[in-house]
Structure formats: structure tokens, C-alpha cells
């Protein structure tokens, strides 16, 4: 009879052993380690997220339960204190370059855009203060916040970084690795006059929305025709500090949004598109909170197995991991389902030893060969 590894073993194979074991030396991360290794850590988390456990005690129950599958998959058992002595210690570094190693080999296999195309944002995941203390936000709250540049063509974050909810967006987005001649679609929470300047410099197009208060002159009133478009002016921020901060022309577009009749001011440096294209681009920032929607409903970055900085940040980079690998295993043949259709066969058919392509396609498995009872067989203890 054929042999076939488990779906959780196929979705595995996405991520290079070789590859994710010299990460693993750079960061001496199996220094220590004992049996338990880095790839049983990232196995064990990464078969929690896929199967929604969200305790550490279910983990490792439901984990223990699959004893006989550990050695395919090139993990081990472990226990309730070695996995959280571990998501304590590891240094999350670990797994977050092997999330831009992966990122990488998706975006490889899709089809290239002419135009670069990024939104930014960030989505906020509260705590209970009293267990959480260093994830700072409100008094009486904690809360992590995940800053993140997504990539609306590709349906993937691109770059993210992990801090307490307290730290401001603008003040993350400094640290960015933003792309020279690259389009970045951001709210009201960016407001910085200075990082727009610094984006110009490096022909860098953003599109934004403008603060109610801003003070400015009009340069220019451009012609208006696009639909929804009220105002389309080219303008110099004139308040002392915006001024210094920011001494270039800036666009100003306002526009009426038709499903609500919100009326919606932005701000950009791009002179090229025009205003209704740069409305549109706008439009496109909902993406993001989709995403973001998406993997709070689905994956497994609510509750945490661990209270340290490093525990959170772990469980949310393997998360992060575990989408892409989602993504990968829906790229890699021609299917019909939804990611969440995807994630949702999967939590409950992780373990069995079943073709994943035959799963996502929905075909059955093969019948096994028809044995003739009459005659003798041999066979393998």
C-alpha cells in the first residue's frame, strides 16, 4: 500500500530543515535545548494554532495524543513546564526570520505587480494587566499591538513588529522598511509631517487622510471630475512647526464616500494619479482590518500560553508562520476554497495520514488494493 505522510508532515514540508536549522545555530537557539529542540517547539505550536488549542494544557494533551506520528514529523513529546521554560526563553528572532524566509518563497511563486503597493496599520490585542504588566497601554489595561505593512495584491503581511499597545503608530512606522518608489496607504493615526517629507525624498508616494485641524494655504485649485470628488487642491502646510517639517507641496482631495455619505479628506505627495485612483487607493486600506479580522477569528493570538514578552511575541510570530503556510498550501494546487474553508478542514484532519492536494480538492482517497484472502501474503512486522 502507498505510503503517505500526515497533512500536519505536508504542511511541514513548506519550511527547509536545512534552511531553519542554520537560523536556529545563529541564534544558538538549541543551546541547552536537551531533547526538545527548536523544530519540536515550532511543530508543537504551529499543530496548536492549526487544531485552535488554546491552553498549554491543551496543547500538550492534544499533542501527546499523536505519540506515534512525532518521530515522522521530527518532533518530540514534551511536557506542560519544558514548553513553557521554552516559549519563556527561545528568542522569538528565531522564528520571525524564518516567517521573512517563508514570505519570501510565497511571494516567489506569485505572479509579479507593476505597481508596489503597501497599507499600514496596526491592530491592537488587549491583556489582563495583572498577569501582563510589561505590555503597557491605559490604566488598568495591558495589550500588545502588532504594526504591520500589508500587501494588498498578494493578501500578506509583508513586514510587522511586536510592542506594547502604549507605543504610538506613527513612532513604529519610523522603524519600517518602507521601499523606495513604493505606494503607502495609511489613517489619521500617521499624521507626521516630517515622515512625510523623509518618504518624498526617497520618491516614496503615500496616501493619507488629513487632521481636521491643519493649517494650509491653497497653491492651486485643480480641476475637478471624477465622481464623488469635491475638492482637489494642491496646498503648503503653513503652521511654523509643518512648515520646517515638511517644505514641499502636498495634495489635498476631498471626497464623499457613497455607501455612508461620510465626506473623507486626504493628504498625498502623488500628483500622478488622479483623484478618484487615489480615493480608490484608499478604499484599499480595508484589506488590512480584514486581515487583521482574520487571524484574531482564526488562528490562535487572544489567548497565550505564556506571560513573558517572549512567549507573546513567540505565539504571535508562529501564527503569523502558520498563515502563510495556509497560503502556501492553497497556492500550491489549483483551489477553489476560501482560506478560512482551508484552515477550517484542516484543525480536524491534521493528523491523518491523507494527500493534501486530495483534501483541498476534495477528491477521496484511493481505494486500497483488493486483497485475495485465498492467497498467501508476506508482509513486514
Known amino acids: 500500500m502507498r505510503h503517505t505522510n500526515s497533512i500536519f508532515s505536508q504542511l511541514l514540508s513548506h519550511i527547509p530543515r536545512h534552511t531553519f536549522q542554520k537560523i536556529v545555530e545563529r541564534h544558538k537557539g538549541d543551546k541547552r535545548a536537551g531533547s526538545f529542540t527548536c523544530w519540536s517547539q515550532l511543530s508543537i505550536m504551529l499543530y496548536a494554532q492549526l487544531c485552535g488549542r488554546k491552553s498549554l494544557r491543551g496543547m500538550v494533551l492534544s499533542w501527546q495524543s499523536h505519540k506515534h506520528l512525532h518521530y515522522h514529523l521530527g518532533a518530540m513529546p514534551v511536557t506542560r513546564s519544558t514548553l513553557s521554560d521554552v ?8 522564528y520571525l526570520e524564518l516567517f521573512f524566509g517563508l514570505l519570501g518563497k510565497l511571494r516567489d511563486t506569485m505572479v509579479g505587480c507593476a505597481e508596489v503597493v503597501r497599507l499600514i496599520d496596526s491592530t491592537t490585542i488587549d491583556l489582563c494587566k495583572q ?9 488598568g489595561k495591558a495589550g500588545v499591538k502588532v504594526h504591520t505593512v500589508y500587501d494588498p495584491n498578494a493578501k500578506v503581511p509583508t513586514f510587522f513588529s511586536i510592542t506594547a499597545a ?10 519600517m522598511p518602507l521601499i523606495d518608489g513604493a505606494t503607502y496607504v495609511f489613517d489619521r493615526a500617521y499624521n507626521d509631517y516630517a515622515w512625510y517629507h523623509s518618504m518624498d525624498q526617497r520618491s516614496i508616494r503615500f496616501v493619507g487622510r488629513m487632521k481636521t485641524n ?13 465622481e464623488g470628488v469635491l475638492e482637489d487642491q494642491m496646498i503648503q502646510l503653513s503652521s511654523t512647526k ?10 489635498r482631495i476631498r471626497f464623499v464616500r457613497e455607501e455612508d455619505g461620510k465626506t473623507l479628506t486626504f493628504i498625498t505627495n502623488d ?7 487615489i480615493a480608490e487607493l484608499y478604499k484599499q486600506r480595508w484589506q488590512i482590518e480584514l486581515f487583521f479580522k482574520w487571524i484574531k477569528q482564526n488562528l490562535k493570538i487572544k489567548c497565550f500560553a505564556g506571560r513573558n514578552e517572549n512567549a507573546v511575541k513567540t505565539q504571535i510570530i508562529i501564527a503569523m508562520i502558520a498563515y502563510l503556510l495556509l497560503k502556501l498550501a492553497n497556492q500550491s494546487v489549483a483551489s477553489v476554497l476560501s482560506l478560512y474553508q482551508l484552515a477550517t478542514l484542516l484543525s480536524v484532519t491534521l493528523m491523518e495520514r491523507r494527500s493534501i492536494d486530495e483534501l483541498i480538492l476534495q477528491k477521496d482517497p484511493p481505494e486500497p488494493p483488493e486483497i485475495n484472502l485465498n492467497q498467501l501474503s508476506l508482509g513486514l512486522a
Not at 87 to 94: A, E, Q
Not at 242 to 251: F, N, Q, S, T, Y
Not at 271 to 277: D, V
Request: glycine share 6%.
Open 87 to 94: 516559549n519563556r526563553d527561545r528568542p522569538s528572532g528565531i
Open 131 to 139: 498577569q501582563f504588566g510589561w505590555a503597557t497601554f491605559r490604566s
Open 166 to 175: 502604549s507605543k504610538h503608530d506613527k513612532r513604529a512606522a519610523e522603524k
Open 214 to 226: 491643519a493649517k494650509f494655504e491653497i497653491v492651486k485649485n485643480m480641476d475637478v471630475s471624477d
Open 242 to 251: 509643518a512648515r520646517k517639517d515638511c517644505p514641499i507641496h502636498l495634495r
Open 271 to 277: 500628483f500622478k494619479r488622479t483623484a478618484g485612483e
